[in-house]
């Protein structure tokens, strides 16, 4: 994971220790919930004011503009 994070130019030792330190592990789980309790079965999923769309995101967006 270090040599990822540093070929997209972020420091490879800072994400190898916040995962360790399970930095971020209480915002997965907080997400991973939230899209479960809304009915997301994978990823990527997208969400126009509330609502899942699957096709057409382009005019769902625009339509709540």
Do not use: C, H, M, W
Not at 3 to 11: I, L, N, Q, R
Not at 20 to 41: C, Q
């Amino acid at each position: 994971i270090e040599t990822a994070a540093d070929e997209v130019g972020v420091d490879g030792g800072e994400v190898r220790s916040a995962v360790e330190n399970e930095e971020y592990l209480p915002e997965v789980k907080a997400d991973r919930k939230s899209g479960s309790d809304r009915g997301v079965s994978g990823t990527p999923s997208v969400f126009v004011n509330g609502e899942q769309v699957n096709e057409g995101l382009a005019s769902a967006i625009e339509s709540e503009l």
